[in-house]
């Protein structure tokens, strides 16, 4: 780098010594769990500073194929790759004669979609992103192994994220899983991201809750408290432990930080109670025998801790439920008219579901997992009975109507359940039930099940409309049609007359 570009860098804002080649590819392991779409990700050094072993196993890791070939895009300038995550365009400026030519490129353009990695960005000058993350790489004359990464960017951001996926890799580190590849997992509509560790033939399960201090928007936080929300990882150690001891499969823990929000535990699987996009029947089925199991039994409201702490878990009382169902004034109604809810639909949407709710008060109470939905109910070849389903994403545990979790479950908000196989599975729990109580109220939980269906599915419109504008995830949108027709379907079942004459009204 020329002494003119160097000025144009601030001090280094992370300096890390790598020993060696097998180290190089592991801080490119580190870097890629933390790349997104829109980054700018320029290495910087001399010839044979390492830039190329640390692209080639930044998009290996990014592919999750350790042999993909990556050829040199020196004469053709860039050469971009479609990942499942995001594509990624990786750039060999070392031939480009003007940096104006990085426009006919069409940076601008791929980032719209993906992200960059840039060698010799020098070659770019002013033409590139003023927040692109700049990784100089210096080799000690004395040392061909060593080399020497230092990071430069204005953004805080990138501050931010160098330090939580180094966190992470000191963690793993601390215990047991030293030099693991990990791998992107999940991070759609939570603020929790998931990754995949594997160490020779061990695979876990990292979970990272970056809810710690002011990373959280008080706005955000105010509502997870109004309706109940977890609010630190402990909920999944406690909520966990108390599922496995009553004998159902949820991931058992390897270890935590509650501090830094990262939680290690057993790895489940992929396959969901859902194949090529449809439910399976015996699946489902599978997952009713859960809910009856443990509807049938009793649970604790405070739980114990390894640490001597406990936990409460919260009620699921009805000022949250209006609160979740009134996202559908908050995000769908602006979405579906052009024009935000008005006061006094507000004043009658909140008192028709005060209403609704207070006609459950002899409803069943118990734990409600919230979010008993096919992608939280892990599929498990070979095992028999309730262990068939494996249960992840519990944290937001409450007490409340035990009907809103079979609602959850036969209106399943990511897959079309069809009136039939919703009627099957309804008999199905309702039969489990009164095997288990000769005395279960069918009607009084059918009454339950439609009111808690119609809430869910008021809270899921609002959800799925704020994930695509707010979150810019559109694709949430395509769930719409299933979501409306589900709650049609709900609003025609005996008692909801009020509510459906409201929302046939909203409709028009």
Same mark, same amino acid.
């Given at each position: 780098m020329a002494d003119h570009d160097l000025k144009q860098l601030d001090a280094p804002f992370l300096t890390?010594?790598?020993?060696?080649?097998?180290?190089?590819?592991?801080l490119a392991n580190d870097l890629a769990m933390v790349l997104r779409p829109g980054d700018v990700l320029c290495l910087s050094g001399d010839l044979g500073a390492g830039k190329s072993t640390l692209t080639r196993a930044l998009l290996r890791s990014l592919a999750g194929d350790p042999e993909l070939e990556v050829p040199s895009p020196t004469f053709t300038l860039v050469q971009t790759y479609d990942f499942d995550r995001f594509d990624l365009s990786h750039f060999d400026l070392y031939r480009l004669e003007e940096p104006e030519e990085l426009e006919e490129l069409g940076l601008d353009d791929l980032l719209e979609e993906g992200a960059a990695l840039i060698e010799w960005p020098e070659k770019a000058d002013e033409f590139l992103p003023s927040k692109a993350l700049w990784v100089r790489i210096t080799q000690p004359v004395e040392d061909g192994d060593k080399r020497t990464f230092s990071f430069h960017c204005e953004d805080p951001d990138w501050q931010d994220r160098l330090t939580g996926t180094l966190e992470i890799r000191s963690f793993l580190e601390g215990v047991g899983f030293s030099g693991a590849e990990r791998r992107f997992l999940a991070g759609d509509a939570s603020l929790r991201s998931f990754e995949t560790v594997e160490q020779d033939d061990r695979s876990a399960v990292l979970m990272r809750w970056p809810f710690q201090g002011d990373k959280v928007p008080e706005a955000v936080r105010a509502y997870m408290a109004k309706v109940h929300l977890a609010q630190d990882c402990r909920a999944i150690l406690a909520v966990g432990g108390e599922l496995r001891r009553h004998g159902l499969k949820a991931p058992e823990i390897y270890a935590s930080d509650p501090e830094k929000g990262l939680v290690l535990s057993s790895d489940l699987g992929r396959e969901t109670i859902v194949c090529d996009g449809r439910p399976m029947p015996e699946r489902y089925h599978a997952a009713v025998e859960v809910l009856a199991k443990m509807h049938g039994e009793s649970w604790p409201e405070i739980l114990a801790l390894d640490d001597g702490s406990s936990y409460q878990v919260p009620d699921y009382s009805d000022d949250a439920l209006v609160a979740e169902a009134s996202l559908f004034l908050d995000w769908y109604v602006p979405e579906t008219t052009g024009m935000p809810a008005g006061d006094n639909m507000r004043a009658e949407f909140e008192g028709l579901w005060n209403v609704a709710l207070a006609s459950l008060s002899g409803a069943q109470r118990g734990w409600v997992l919230r979010d008993f939905h096919s992608p939280n109910l892990l599929w498990q070849e070979g095992a028999g009975g309730t262990d068939r389903i494996g249960l992840i994403d519990f944290q937001d545990t409450v007490i409340g109507p035990v009907a809103?979790?079979? *609602?959850? =479950?036969?209106? !399943?908000?990511?897959?079309?359940?069809? *009136?039939? =196989?919703?009627? !099957?599975?309804?008999?199905?729990?309702?039969?489990?039930?009164?095997k288990q109580f000769s005395n279960f109220d069918r009607d009084a939980f059918s009454r339950a099940y439609a009111v808690m269906a119609a809430q869910r599915i008021s809270k899921i419109l609002g959800i799925f409309v704020r994930l695509a504008r707010r979150d810019q995830k559109p694709a949430y949108l395509g769930h719409l049609p299933r979501m409306e027709g589900y709650l049609r379907r709900v609003l025609d079942r005996p008692g909801m007359s009020d509510l459906k004459d409201w929302y046939e009204r909203f409709r028009g």
């Amino acid at each position: 780098m020329a002494d003119h570009d160097l000025k144009q860098l601030d001090a280094p804002f992370l300096t890390l010594q790598i020993s060696d080649e097998a180290g190089t590819r592991q801080l490119a392991n580190d870097l890629a769990m933390v790349l997104r779409p829109g980054d700018v990700l320029c290495l910087s050094g001399d010839l044979g500073a390492g830039k190329s072993t640390l692209t080639r196993a930044l998009l290996r890791s990014l592919a999750g194929d350790p042999e993909l070939e990556v050829p040199s895009p020196t004469f053709t300038l860039v050469q971009t790759y479609d990942f499942d995550r995001f594509d990624l365009s990786h750039f060999d400026l070392y031939r480009l004669e003007e940096p104006e030519e990085l426009e006919e490129l069409g940076l601008d353009d791929l980032l719209e979609e993906g992200a960059a990695l840039i060698e010799w960005p020098e070659k770019a000058d002013e033409f590139l992103p003023s927040k692109a993350l700049w990784v100089r790489i210096t080799q000690p004359v004395e040392d061909g192994d060593k080399r020497t990464f230092s990071f430069h960017c204005e953004d805080p951001d990138w501050q931010d994220r160098l330090t939580g996926t180094l966190e992470i890799r000191s963690f793993l580190e601390g215990v047991g899983f030293s030099g693991a590849e990990r791998r992107f997992l999940a991070g759609d509509a939570s603020l929790r991201s998931f990754e995949t560790v594997e160490q020779d033939d061990r695979s876990a399960v990292l979970m990272r809750w970056p809810f710690q201090g002011d990373k959280v928007p008080e706005a955000v936080r105010a509502y997870m408290a109004k309706v109940h929300l977890a609010q630190d990882c402990r909920a999944i150690l406690a909520v966990g432990g108390e599922l496995r001891r009553h004998g159902l499969k949820a991931p058992e823990i390897y270890a935590s930080d509650p501090e830094k929000g990262l939680v290690l535990s057993s790895d489940l699987g992929r396959e969901t109670i859902v194949c090529d996009g449809r439910p399976m029947p015996e699946r489902y089925h599978a997952a009713v025998e859960v809910l009856a199991k443990m509807h049938g039994e009793s649970w604790p409201e405070i739980l114990a801790l390894d640490d001597g702490s406990s936990y409460q878990v919260p009620d699921y009382s009805d000022d949250a439920l209006v609160a979740e169902a009134s996202l559908f004034l908050d995000w769908y109604v602006p979405e579906t008219t052009g024009m935000p809810a008005g006061d006094n639909m507000r004043a009658e949407f909140e008192g028709l579901w005060n209403v609704a709710l207070a006609s459950l008060s002899g409803a069943q109470r118990g734990w409600v997992l919230r979010d008993f939905h096919s992608p939280n109910l892990l599929w498990q070849e070979g095992a028999g009975g309730t262990d068939r389903i494996g249960l992840i994403d519990f944290q937001d545990t409450v007490i409340g109507p035990v009907a809103y979790d079979v *609602a959850s =479950l036969l209106l !399943d908000a990511r897959t079309d359940v069809g *009136a039939d =196989l919703e009627s !099957d599975l309804f008999d199905a729990y309702v039969s489990a039930r009164e095997k288990q109580f000769s005395n279960f109220d069918r009607d009084a939980f059918s009454r339950a099940y439609a009111v808690m269906a119609a809430q869910r599915i008021s809270k899921i419109l609002g959800i799925f409309v704020r994930l695509a504008r707010r979150d810019q995830k559109p694709a949430y949108l395509g769930h719409l049609p299933r979501m409306e027709g589900y709650l049609r379907r709900v609003l025609d079942r005996p008692g909801m007359s009020d509510l459906k004459d409201w929302y046939e009204r909203f409709r028009g």
